[in-house]
């Protein structure tokens, strides 16, 4: 094979897989995308509604996106197309600009699924999928919870049929509570009926058919089929008694065709005021669609490409920017049904696209008459899955300083709305990273009796040299921690005149920065002046090839030993019981 063509599949990866399709891939992928599709076109209308825009355009984002996804993503069982998360934080970056209900507002979301697509397609190109790594997983965790309570308090004015409005949680449960006095009756008891059929659903359904002897693989599609069967009685319901002429919102005139060809808005002022909220949707997308690709490869002993996961994500909203959508990601719940179901390579999305365009051709009729308030019942139950405060206890237990980061992520999100909670996760998830790593674990080591190992004198019985201390520090040096260990290192030699010799163990330094250089230089001379060597042991190849290139090693006053043992002989240290107060 041409390194040409290895360089090509690495980048369209359907060249790989599709050289081995055959028909019973063809039939798993098929039979996987049928149940997808049932799940899928009520999810989308839903999710559509959710950002704000027409029901047509969650329709549209679930076509042309699945067919780029299958030529460029690397994932066998990712189901691409508009989610939660993603949809709220497309009404709040689009709903802040004043445009809601007009035909620029659906233009704006265009133009940020265009942009979403270039950011992630850059990231891509370039190999930072790293960047996402600033997202740690419990803030990431608190967001989505937080994301799940706003979503599912923001739909409660579809199932009480009022006109309530807010970007957070406090603004929403005020507006509510001020249009108490104008619920209407009939789309409350629709509202609720629906969502208690589809919780029944989704907890109770299966258990209910296998019982009564379906089969599993019955019981299984009935489930995932259950808000279509919401959807299908709701809207006859209201066709039969127009409920519309007593208060019920409905759906109304859902054009019908294939998404047209659409151009997003090439406006420097608009993109300015959009590029923020791009970028945090294609972070957030992106963390959460390469989770769920990671989990079900590992299932299957597969591994996906994060850097092409970018790309394929980048070309899916280009895609549905050019198709009449707004951002997609890969999905959390679609993504475990297609896997469940079978799917065995992206194909599957190609075929659940032509699933909903046959939809969107044949069906859209059909639902002009569909309650809203049973859209809205069934995001509340989809999202309500997403809200985990068991975060909370498992991260309080574990780490104060991470529980402090979910805690404020979570009520920064309620409170300030989700662009300013995702800023913040960003924010706190750095500054968790800092703040844990200028102050790396640092410990005084000894040697255990009878071997060559070295450990923490205030753990472990060891012998250590009185004239020799060994500091072995757990964390790579770079400009945050470096000044730190340089205190460290004085205090601890400060008025202890028997010191002659400071060893620095450094098994588990993987980088030395330029702080970190000026400070082993510092430390160096300090210790020179006192009339104590500096040596460094356990060095790993690459930081030594990186010291050869300062002036260190000239200037170091003792040696760089293969081994803590070694240092220990060469220095020819007499070793001393450490005091009882240190075992």
Known sequence: ?????????????????????????????????????IMLIPQSLAYALLAGLPAQMGLYASILPLVAYAIFGTSRALAVGPVAVVSLMTAAAVGDMSLQGTAEYALAA??????????????????????????????????????????????????LGVDASGHTLFETVLSLLGKLGTINVITLALGITATGFLFWVRK?????????????RTAEIATKAGPVAAVVVTTLLSFAFNLSEHGVQIVGDVPRGLPPLTVPVFSGELWSQLFGAAVLISIIGFVESVS????????????????????????SNIAAAISGGYPVTGGFA???????????????GAFTAIGIGLAALFLTPLLYFLPIATLAATIIVAVLSLVDFTILRGTWEYSKADFVAVLATI???????????????????????????????????????????????????????????????????????????????YDRVAGCNKTKHVVLMCPAVNEIDHSGLESLEAINLHLKDQGITLHLSEVKGPIMDRLKKSHFLQALTGQ????????????????????????
Request: aromatic letters at 8%; hydrophobic letters at 50%.
């Open 1 to 37: 094979m041409s390194l040409s063509l290895q360089r090509l599949k690495r980048y369209v990866p359907i060249l790989d897989w599709g050289a081995r399709y055959n028909r019973d891939t063809f039939t798993n992928d098929g039979i996987a995308a049928v149940i997808v599709t």
């Open 110 to 159: 265009i133009t940020l699924a265009f942009l979403s697509g270039l950011i992630l397609l850059a990231m891509g190109i370039f190999r930072l999928g790293f960047l996402a790594n600033f997202l740690s997983h419990p803030v990431i965790a608190g967001f989505i919870t937080a994301s799940g309570i706003l979503i599912a308090v923001s739909q409660l004015k579809h199932i």
């Open 204 to 216: 109770g359904l299966k258990p209910f058919m296998i019982a009564r002897g379906f089969s599993v």
């Open 292 to 315: 769920v690709a990671q989990t079900l490869a590992a299932k299957r002993r597969q591994r996906i490409a994060p850097d092409q996961e970018l790309i394929g994500l980048g070309a």
């Open 334 to 348: 679609r993504s475990v049904v297609n896997f469940d179901a079978g799917a065995e390579t992206p194909a599957a």
């Open 411 to 489: 009520l920064l999100t309620l409170g300030f709305g989700v662009e300013t909670g995702v800023s913040a996760g960003v924010i706190l998830s750095i500054g968790l990273h800092l703040y844990k790593t200028s102050r790396p674990h640092i410990a005084e080591v000894g040697l255990i009796a009878g071997t060559e190992h070295f450990r923490n004198i205030k753990r472990h019985e060891v012998q250590t040299a009185s004239h020799v201390v060994t500091i072995r520090v757990d964390e790579s040096l770079y400009f945050a921690n470096a000044r730190f260990l340089e205190d460290y290192i």
């Open 560 to 583: 760089v030993f293969m081994s803590q043992f070694a240092a220990i002989q060469a220095l020819g240290a007499s070793v001393d019981l450490p005091p009882d107060t240190q075992s």
